[in-house]
């Protein structure tokens, strides 16, 4: 991703000129429900549908981006598009331009444009809009899904200067009927645009080709679905949100209280003891930094241990719950009515991915609440060691350690969101093969059912045991990241120590220079200053 892009949390938002040119190539006579999961201020997407009858709904991570969207009257959602999990075929138009970067995960690398199509394509009903913003070096790796779930692909090319800066792309294209997903002989010719990018037509008012967005269902639905998805979003991070208030109330009360007992010490007591004094604190810092250091070993090792143990509870998970989603899979293939062979292969292997769904969300849940708990006890320990080799150092050398932390905050739990999502693994569940819906065909016709059943079984087991890996991974992650987070904040205490110090002693000089009445006036407020801490 482009450093200017990072500054704004990888947002590359689609110039006006550009939605105004989208929002011709649509024909909607009748009212529609559109979503944009990457919504930034909302512009966009109100820009694209405010010529028709629709009802908005949108989710963006940014807090500033995600009230300007509420602000210009779309329902918006606060959080992340992958906590949000909206009904299969619930709106008509998905309007979708995500951020531009590369997910490094446990599991895989891949683009993040292709992340976020794969989480809500499955959105769209059928015949339904995809409005996909992408720049052109991403298309060569959205290619195959696209093809696989869209036709009447077409894809232009963005003139606006900020369009051509970013090499965005704008993708339209139709949801393909249900029989029909899965064949990916278009994606060559994708791939093919995608290599000579600058060949591609221009979007312009001049443009055109039409696409129509079907009808939605009626306004109650809507209403639940945006409900739904505000309480999902908002569900995980809450918690998160609140402690991180109260953490940061605690360190500026902390960090108040300490400038305030500087200024006043450096103010009251000779300037040589001051300069004394700092050196001490400076050599204690320095050693608590090695230490720390030392420290960080033990952390690893409990770090370790706990990844044992969230191993040792998948695998655990996955004796358990294999049988009974085999016997669930058994029972409910009854229900499964579809004999065209490609038809009951795609039917059987929906199935699999909601059985391994119901399944591994609720553990999913219960995983990362035992996993704070574990983790939790785990940075407990570490911060009763930090304490303790603080106490130990400063006595060691004698420093005064009026103004040290004498406790880091209580850690409660993780300090980084889950990235988890379903992996729904579409390109097993809808196999391109010519060869397999050949087959298919044959099999279906002779009626070898254990033919479909088989394969769906083997794809249910390799879902439950790929999404458990990923839910371990997702906790896994989220230790290592919470564990960085506390030790850096151990370290910036110790150096605001100093620097409080440091620059009292500063200050003090000043006043002192200027004047007995200077160094009462301060002290007068910086008494005053501590009633109000106080209160």
């Not at 599991?107 to 992408?134: M, P």
């Not at 350690?401 to 990235?419: A, K, M, Q, V, Y």
């Not at 693994?425 to 070898?448: C, E, F, N, R, W």
Request: hydrophobic share 40%; charged share 25%.
């Amino acid at each position: 991703m482009r450093n200017a892009g990072r500054l704004k949390l990888g947002h590359f938002p689609l110039p006006v000129e550009e939605a105004r040119n989208l929002s011709q190539l649509l024909i909607a006579a009748e009212p529609f429900f559109a979503v944009d999961p990457c919504a930034g201020d909302g512009t966009a997407l109100l820009e694209v549908t405010k010529d028709f009858a629709a009802q908005r709904a949108a989710i963006e991570l940014d807090a500033g981006r995600a009230a300007d969207a509420s602000a210009r009257g779309i329902p918006t959602t606060r959080g992340s598009t992958f906590e949000s999990h909206l009904p299969a075929g619930s709106c008509s138009l998905l309007y979708l331009n995500p951020p531009y970067d590369v997910e490094v995960g446990n599991h895989s690398n891949q683009r993040l444009e292709l992340v976020f199509l794969d989480h809500c394509y499955g959105w769209l009903k059928t015949a339904g809009v995809l409005i996909f913003v992408i720049p052109d070096n991403a298309l060569s790796h959205c290619a195959k899904r696209l093809a696989s779930q869209f036709e009447r692909i077409s894809v232009f090319r963005l003139t606006h200067p900020e369009s051509v800066r970013f090499r965005q792309l704008a993708i339209i294209a139709i949801r393909k009927k249900e029989h029909h997903r899965g064949d990916t002989r278009y994606a060559d010719q994708l791939l093919r645009l995608a290599y000579n990018s600058n060949q591609l037509p221009t979007l312009s008012s001049e443009t055109t080709e039409r696409f129509i967005v079907p009808e939605s269902t009626n306004a109650d639905d809507w209403n639940s679905l945006t409900d739904d998805l505000s309480q999902l979003a908002s569900k995980s991070g809450q918690a998160m949100t609140r402690s991180a208030a109260e953490r940061g109330v605690r360190r500026f009360s902390a960090s108040l209280q300490r400038s305030i007992d500087e200024r006043v010490r450096a103010l009251t007591e000779p300037i040589a003891s001051s300069e004394e004094r700092i050196l001490k604190l400076r050599q204690t810092i320095d050693q608590a930094e090695q230490w720390l250091r030392d420290l960080g070993a033990l952390f690893s090792a409990e770090q370790m241990r706990l990844s044992m143990t969230l191993l040792a509870r998948r695998k655990e998970f996955l004796k358990q719950v294999l049988p009974i989603a085999r016997e669930e899979f058994e029972h409910e293939t009854s229900a499964v009515a579809a004999t065209f062979g490609p038809a009951r292969r795609r039917e059987l292997a929906a199935l699999a991915q909601a059985i391994a769904r119901r399944h591994v969300m609720p553990w999913m849940d219960t995983e990362e609440a035992q996993a704070e708990e574990l983790y939790g006890a785990v940075t407990q320990r570490f911060v009763n060691l930090v304490n303790g080799l603080l106490q130990r150092i400063c006595e060691e050398q004698g420093a005064d350690i009026s103004n040290l932390p004498r406790s880091l905050d209580e850690e409660r739990g993780f300090r980084t969101r889950s990235r988890f999502f379903f992996h729904d693994m579409i390109t097993i569940a809808q196999p391109p093969s010519p060869l397999l819906y050949l087959l298919d065909i044959l099999m279906g016709a002779l009626h070898v059912g254990r033919w479909f059943e088989n394969d769906a079984l083997k794809f249910l087991e390799h879902l439950l045991d790929t999404n458990a890996s990923r839910v371990q991974g997702d906790v896994e992650q989220r230790v290592v990241e919470s564990r960085l987070r506390l030790e850096s904040d151990v370290r910036k205490l110790l150096r605001e120590v100093s620097v409080s110090a440091e620059q009292a002693l500063s200050k003090a000089r000043e006043l002192i220079a200027a004047g007995t009445n200077a160094v009462q006036n301060e002290l007068e407020r910086l008494g005053k200053l501590q009633e109000d801490l106080n209160y």
